[in-house]
């Protein structure tokens, strides 16, 4: 089954306008699928996964692009930087006119990747963030114009008809959550999901660890990754998952860069009304696939995991990671924070558009209680351009809980 993404319109718009187009996610997450469908029959492949062309492209870059000239589509680009700066001499000796990119790029590694971007095609590339398939990518409608996710009214009204068009059963969230969201998982509902991950941890490890930093040892950096999965959804202590791993801390926060840049955990910043103090607090951690994070917690199934006592986290993990891919997948950056107060009032998410501030909390709940918000309330009281509230949860239909809080279901997203 092959599944409509999203991102397709902005590719081919950024295509039109700039002369380097670069996505960059984790692996798997279907990059480079995606850039093969929207391949014009003139626009050459190569992947530098393939021994020869790498060790041409690090060798002799000049070389490379001569034998492989635009339009092309170089695959796992962050191998050879060296392409960079000899792509961005060609790009300007064609004084910008491009009837469509010159180059599309893919990359796994965003860290490496941009320093070299910053460097060296800096105003010729746009730099698109993709993550697995989103929930309105699995159900088919991928290809709708459907605004980002946000509490205004507009927009739940746009989001109101995919939950019609595609609801959601209770089992069919939590056995989606479980299972995740690589599209080699949805595309085959017979792969068995603990072989694709266990492979997966392998192939990540061996190729995008190694070429990040030197890990003495691949058992230790597992464990690391095992013991940050088991606090996704939680405010990140470094020391304390140094400790459970038994690493230093400074080596901790080296891999949490690490899981940062290949695209497999996002921080969250928290919210301050001064951006300088805003980031200099404590951030939330949470992984960008909630199956390899279900995987990795050993939860052995959709119906242990939705029992168990990581179910609340791992439901807050997945709304997260949905409405980031509502903003990324339509290539939008949204200004996202999260709240936690001195009192110890908390909201899951802000989003900050058009000079207002939209709060959201995850229930894992078919009854959310108003007397559980106090956090939101606590908002709309300190901010006067705090707005209307959505609490995402397990509801049916749309209900309103006050007259600026409304109960969503999660088929909005």
């Known amino acids: 089954m092959d599944f409509e993404r999203t991102l397709k319109t902005h590719i081919l718009e950024c295509s039109e306008n700039f002369p380097?187009?670069?996505?960059?996610?984790?692996?798997?997450?279907?990059?480079?699928?995606?850039?093969?469908?929207?391949?014009?029959?003139?626009?050459?492949?190569?992947?530098?996964?393939?021994p020869l062309a790498l060790a041409l492209a690090k060798e002799d870059p000049a070389l490379f692009l001569?034998?492989?000239?635009?339009?092309?589509?170089i695959d796992e680009v962050q191998y050879a930087p060296e392409l960079l700066t000899h792509?961005?001499?060609?790009?300007?000796?064609?004084?910008?006119?491009?009837?469509?990119?010159?180059?599309?790029?893919?990359g796994s590694q965003p860290f490496h990747l941009m320093r070299g971007v910053a460097e060296s095609l800096a105003g010729r590339v746009a730099v698109i963030t993709m993550l697995g398939l989103s929930r309105q990518e699995m159900v088919g409608q991928g290809a709708a114009l459907i605004p980002p996710f946000v509490p205004a009214a507009s927009a739940l009204q746009a989001r109101q008809a995919l939950h019609q068009s595609a609801p959601w059963t209770h089992d069919q969230l939590?056995?989606?959550?479980?299972?995740?969201?690589?599209?080699?998982?949805?595309?085959?509902?017979?792969?068995?999901?603990?072989?694709?991950?266990?492979?997966?941890?392998?192939?990540?490890?061996?190729?995008?660890?190694?070429?990040?930093?030197?890990?003495?040892?691949?058992?230790?950096?597992?464990?690391?990754?095992?013991?940050?999965?088991?606090?996704?959804?939680?405010?990140?202590?470094?020391?304390?998952?140094?400790?459970?791993?038994?690493?230093?801390?400074?080596?901790?926060k080296q891999w949490l860069s690490i899981l940062q840049a290949s695209g497999i955990v996002h921080l969250l910043q928290p919210w301050h009304s001064n951006t300088t103090k805003r980031l200099v607090k404590t951030p939330k951690l949470y992984f960008l696939d909630?199956?390899?994070?279900?995987?990795?917690?050993?939860?052995?199934?959709?119906?242990?995991?939705?029992?168990?006592a990581m179910s609340g986290a791992i439901f807050e993990t997945w709304v997260i990671t949905e409405i980031l891919k509502s903003y990324w997948h339509t290539g939008r950056t949204p200004v996202c924070s999260f709240l936690r107060t001195k009192d110890q009032y908390e909201v899951d998410l802000l989003i900050e558009q058009d000079g207002m501030i939209y709060p959201i909390e995850c229930k894992k709940s078919a009854s959310p209680s108003r007397h559980n918000l106090q956090?939101?309330?606590?908002?709309?009281?300190?901010?006067?351009?705090?707005?209307d509230a959505a609490v995402v949860c397990l509801v049916p239909n749309a209900i309103a809980l006050s007259s600026r809080i409304q109960a969503v279901p999660i088929g909005y997203l």
């Open 20 to 50: 380097v187009v670069l996505v960059t996610g984790a692996r798997q997450v279907g990059k480079t699928t995606l850039l093969r469908s929207l391949c014009e029959p003139d626009r050459r492949y190569i992947s530098l996964d393939d």
């Open 66 to 73: 001569e034998r492989h000239p635009p339009p092309l589509l």
């Open 87 to 106: 792509i961005k001499i060609r790009v300007d000796a064609q004084g910008g006119a491009h009837g469509k990119a010159a180059y599309w790029l893919t």
């Open 174 to 252: 939590f056995a989606h959550i479980w299972r995740g969201s690589y599209p080699a998982l949805a595309r085959n509902a017979r792969l068995n999901r603990d072989v694709f991950y266990s492979s997966y941890m392998q192939t990540y490890i061996q190729r995008d660890v190694r070429a990040l930093a030197q890990v003495g040892s691949e058992v230790v950096f597992t464990r690391f990754v095992r013991a940050a999965a088991a606090r996704t959804a939680q405010l990140l202590n470094v020391a304390d998952l140094a400790r459970d791993t038994d690493i230093h801390p400074a080596t901790a």
């Open 290 to 308: 909630t199956g390899l994070c279900s995987y990795l917690t050993q939860w052995s199934s959709p119906q242990t995991l939705e029992a168990g």
């Open 375 to 387: 956090g939101i309330n606590a908002l709309h009281q300190l901010q006067t351009n705090a707005a």
